[in-house]
């Protein structure tokens, strides 16, 4: 009776077998590593667009400088207006304009003038004015040399008989009651001259006696 035995020796021995097949089965598919998943990029990070240049700005071109020449007639005719306007407030009684009238477009720092002869005995004054963008006239009464003055006197040429006190674009010389009078007994040759101090532009000068 020796089969039964057998056939239960093979039945031992294959489940024998078969459990350690499984076990092995089991322990290689538990120490499989499970698959990478791929994870979604991360969106894109959105910038904002750099803001745009700020426009430039064109500088308008610097006006061209102010030449010296003579002011048109509709220049002159304006700063006669103007000084006809302050006769009443700034002469003194019987005081008439002259031939000397000057009227004169210059740059900053430049002048006009106009020559007057000063007879003994009368009185003078003189009225300068500027429009419109001379803001500071200066105007002086100087002796007359001559051009060059001789080299005796050129020292004395631009020494001042006389000069305004006052501020802006209006001055005046010999105002009212204190009109300007030649200290000699000879008619004496002087220079009226109008400067603009501050600004550029039209000046004009005129000459008054009585």
């Known amino acids: 009776m020796a089969l039964p035995q ?5 039945n031992n021995v294959c489940a024998k077998l078969l459990g350690a097949l499984l076990l092995t089965a089991a322990v290689g598919c538990h120490d499989e590593p499970a698959p990478q998943v791929p994870q979604p990029l991360p969106p894109p990070m959105m910038t904002a667009p750099p803001p745009p240049p700020p ?3 064109i500088a308008p071109p610097p006006p061209p400088p102010v030449t010296m020449a ?3 007639a509709t220049m002159q005719l304006a700063l006669q207006t103007a000084l006809k306007a302050r006769e009443k407030g700034e002469l003194g ?4 304009p002259e031939s000397g009238f000057a009227c004169m477009t210059v740059p900053e720092g430049g002048s006009a003038s106009v020559p007057v002869m000063l007879q003994p005995g009368k009185c003078y004054t003189f009225l300068a004015q500027s429009y419109p963008n001379v803001s500071e006239l200066d105007l002086t009464l100087k002796p007359n040399f001559g051009n060059p003055p001789p080299p005796i006197l050129a020292m004395f040429a631009n020494q001042p008989i006389a000069q305004d006190s006052d501020l802006g674009p209006a001055a005046t010389v010999g105002k009212g009651s204190q009109c300007f009078k030649n200290p000699f007994p000879i008619p004496g040759l002087a220079i009226v001259e109008v400067k603009a101090r501050t600004g550029a532009g039209p000046v004009a000068v005129q000459v008054y006696s009585k």
């Open 70 to 72: 003579p002011c048109d």
């Open 6 to 10: 057998a056939m239960s020796i093979e």
């Open 55 to 57: 426009p430039t700005s």
């Open 93 to 96: 009684l019987g005081m008439k």
